[in-house]
Structure formats: C-alpha cells, structure tokens
C-alpha cells in the first residue's frame, strides 16, 4: 500500500460540491446542495448526480492504493456505489451491488466504503449499483502503476478520460417502471453522450458538445470507458487511427484500427497521435446491435477533436468511418485481436493444468407467460432472462451477510446447475416454444478455495439472438477461447488461447456464440456474475458466485466492516 486516500461523495440530484484526494485522514466537508433542473441536454429534468458533476469526478490511485469513500445519499431512492473492474481482496463488503453484498443505502443515510486496489492498473470505472441508477451515477477510475514504475509505453503528453454514455429525455426511473409493469422491451435511450454531451448532430445541444483540444505531434492517451446502459459502441476519429494498449486495468500487446469497439461495462486505453493536418475532426460513437426484431438507439454521439494553431485553411469536422449497427465481423474483428503483454514485467498467471471446476452457462432471452393477459412482451408474454434456465430474482437481504452469519442457507439461494439443466441445439435458427419459458430463483454457485475455474458462456437464439457482455465481480479472468455456433467440449478447448490471452473482466459473448474465460478462484466472499446490458440483468441473466474461504487466515474474507447499511 502506498498511501491511503479519503474521499468524500455527496450523491444527489443536482449539488454544488466538490472531491479531494489527500493520504492523510480529514473530517468531512460540508457542501452546498440544491436541486435544479439539468438543461444541457435539450429537456430540462432532474437526474442523479454525485458532486454535482455529470459524469462524477474521476479518482486518481496508484496500484495497490486504498482509498475511503464516504457517500452521502441526499436522493431519493435508494443507492449502492461498484467499483467495477476492482478485486477488492477479501472485501466483498464493499463492491456495492444491492442486496448481493449490501442492502442499499437509504435516502438520507452516510455509507463508507474501504476500495482496495490491488493488481489493476490503466483504467476502470465506479457507477451505481442499483435499479437503473448507473444512467448517471458514474465516473472513470485512472489508476497509474507504483510509484517509480512507468507505462509499458512511451509517456503520452496528456490524458483524456472518454466516458460514453446514454441519455433518455424522460425519467430514466419512469423506463424501468414501466418495462417491469408491461414485461416489454424498456423504451429506447434518445441519444448517446460522449463525456455527458451527445453532440452537434442534436439540435439543441450543438454549444455543449465536448471538445478535445490537441496539439501537433503530441500523442495523447484516451481513457475510454463504455457506461451505456443497453448498447455495445464503436467508436472512431475521423482521419486519425487508434492504438489500443490497455483494456479493463490491463496491458495488453498494442495494435492500430480505424475504429474501436466496447461493450457496455468495459473499458479500453487507446493512443491518439496528432499527426494529421490542423483542423477539426469528429471523434464519433455509434451503436452494434444484431438483435432480430430488437429495437435499439441508432443515433450517433460526436465531439469535437481540435488541432490548437492558427489554420491556413479551415476544416470542418466529418463523420469518420463507423461499421453497420449489425456487422457482426467488423465488431470481432477488434475484440479477438486483444492479447495479453505476457511479458517479464507483465507476466500472466494462467490456469492450465488439473481444472477442477467446469462449468457451461447457457445465457438466454427467455419469456414467461401473461397471468393478466396485460403483458407487452413478445406475443403477449413477460421478458425474462436466465443463466442455466434460472431467472434471478434480488432477494430482500443481503447475500453476502447470510452466507457469513450463516443465517439460513434458505436465504443465501439455490444452486445453479454446472451445466445447462436441458440439452438442444442452443444457436438454431427456429428454437421450440417450450424452451423459452424460466423458472425464478436467486441463484448462486459454490466455488472452493484456490480452484482453477472455466466458465463457458453458451449463447443462445431464444427469443432474441444477441451479444452478451457477461461481467464479474472480485475478478479478473483470461479470455481463452470464443467462436460461433454451438461450444464443442471435445474440439474447441484445442484451439484455446494459453499463451497470452487478455485479462478482461467483462467479456462479450457473441451473438449464437460463446466465449471461455479461466481464472483461479483466490478471493473470498459473494461475487456477482451478470450480463453488462442492463435490461438482460434487470430480467434475470445473473448469478451469485460464492468463492469459500481457504484454511490459512490470508485465505478467508475480511470480517464484515461497522456501519453496514440495514436491509
């Protein structure tokens, strides 16, 4: 550890306040607070905001940095905070989702929170971990390596935190009631946002577009993190590459394209060289969606990347190249270049050997029949989805304390089976009826100690064909292997990646595809697995992995910290 920061969160809708970072312990801060309507963005509302800032304000760490995180909840609903991409070892306590590892904080309550960081290094994020807060309850996490350490690369002249966002005119809370009141699709976002501003391709929002000044030759380092509610996002700058060379808070071997691609919940560090003639260039973001009858934003978000200088000539911005919302090739086509640095000062510690958990989970688009005859979904049913035909449901208490207070094994939830619970061919092009229907559970799955552990994501054509960006807590995990079609046991595992396959923590599961990922499972406590689009993990396409603890004291979970919120 190399210093300890204390920062301080107010969190609501629409304050005047401000964050420090010290390493030193400081008293809390009083801040002005009032409540406005938010008119950046064409409608006036009010949204949920911390410190009055949209997106929040960025922390700064170091690796292997703790910080303490205080947060205020002058809301009014109900609010959890995630340090996405954050192992936190031996302290589930304090990864955030609601009622997996913490009842939510209440209106009007104080939470603090110790993050630990650890291995991590580049760039992560924080967002809300609750109903659909995270809409706009986020901001970048930029952790540096230890101090005297340097980038695997050369010093890039500044850094840029590139936040995508999505926007809807109405009340993001009034969406999520109404889907869950009808069982359809929730209403489509009306914009995306590049650092909050959708752009000057709006009307009403051309003065606020974000703009990237740059200078000649200088190389600048963009920290791009995917914050979108329901979309995957390519991004692009007219007339410039981009080099990737870090993604989910690690390196990896750098390669160019013209575009980029990341699915909601990751993160990707990229390098923009200015080397092209002075003017003005559209950095853009668009959506990939491959969804059959889904309805999805097609809308483009811009900012503005501007040469600094007097210009002989002036040149007006353009669209750069952005791939069809629904080109499949073009959108793997980067996410299967990403490798690890495997290198001396980057090495990876892959699972080979004695794998002694193996678990396929299919992930699909499930449907539940209409009670009342109301429902809006697909033929008059409710959506649903599931991880191995369970759809899960939040319990009313918090996982990770009954399953430390040993309280009921009732309430820690049932068993998620290793594999799918009934066998058929998970990507055809027409499916039985019968197999869309899921049954409702709080789903957990019990993993020992210090066990090598490979998860296959199975896709599947139910309802609706679609990617998935499947998430986990408390983990890193190597992406070995991913493919279309149906996982084949016996011939897939011999075209792994085990040399230096990237460490992500959130990875896209294609379209009627799938995706293996490993990692050993060396960190105690309740970690949650989900799908990254919001509307599939609202439905039921999660899980709650129970890593048990080891024998040796630095084996077992941290014990559970004062203050907890009550349920």
Known sequence: MQCTSVLVFYLLAFSLSGIFIECQDWPNYDFVVREAAYRRLCKAKKILTVNGEFPGPTIYVHR???????????????????????????????????????????PGKVHRQK?????????????????????????????????????????????????????????????????????RNPTTSDAFTINGQPGDLYNCSNRGTFNLSIEHDRTYLLRIINAAMNHILFIAISSHNLTAIGADGSYVKPFTKEYMVLGPGQTLDCLLHANQESGEYYM????????????????ITTAIVKYIGNYSK?????????????????????????????????????????????????????????????CLGPNGTRLAASINNISFIYPNVDLLQAYYYKTSEALVGEITPSDPP???????????????????????????????????????????????????????????????GNFDKDKDPLTYNLVDPPLRNTVVVPKNGWAAVRFKADNPGVWFLHCHIERHQTWGMDVALVVMDGNQDEAKMLPPPLGMPPC
């Not at 993050?115 to 760039?123: A, H, L, N």
């Not at 809807?168 to 999520?176: F, G, H, M, N, Q």
């Open 64 to 106: 292997g940095d703790i910080i303490t995180v205080t947060i205020y909840n002058q809301g009014r609903d109900n609010i959890t905070i995630h340090w996405h991409g954050v192992k936190q070892p031996r302290n589930p306590w304090s990864d955030g989702p609601e009622y997996i590892t913490q009842c939510p904080i209440q």
């Open 422 to 484: 009934v066998l058929y061919n998970y990507t055809a092009e027409y499916q039985d009826l019968a197999l869309e229907l899921t049954r409702k559970g709080t789903s957990v799955k019990y993993l020992e100690y210090n066990s090598d552990v490979e998860i296959v994501f199975q896709g599947t054509s139910l309802v609706a064909g679609l990617d998935h960006p499947m998430h986990l807590h408390g983990y890193s995990f190597y992406v070995v292997g991913w493919g279309f």
């Open 314 to 374: 002036y040149i007006a911005p353009w669209l750069p190249y952005l791939p069809s919302f629904t080109d499949t090739a073009a959108a793997f086509d980067v996410l299967g270049q990403f490798r690890s640095l495997a290198s001396q000062d980057h090495p990876i510690f892959i699972p080979i050997n004695n794998m002694r958990t193996k678990l396929i989970f299919a992930i699909s688009i499930n449907a539940f029949p209409c009670l009342n005859n109301l």
């Open 284 to 299: 853009a973001a668009s959506p990939y969606s491959t969804g059959v009858h889904v309805e999805f934003d097609q809308s």
């Open 115 to 183: 993050v630990i960081f650890s291995t991590e290094e580049g760039t992560l994020w924080w967002h809300a971990h609750s109903d659909w807060s995270r809409a706009t309850v986020y901001g970048a996490i930029v952790i540096y390596p230890k101090l005297g350490a340097t980038y695997p690369f050369a010093q890039p002249y500044q850094e840029v935190p590139i936040i995508l966002g999505e926007w809807w005119k109405t009340d993001v809370r009034k969406v999520l009631k109404e889907a869950l009141l009808t069982g």
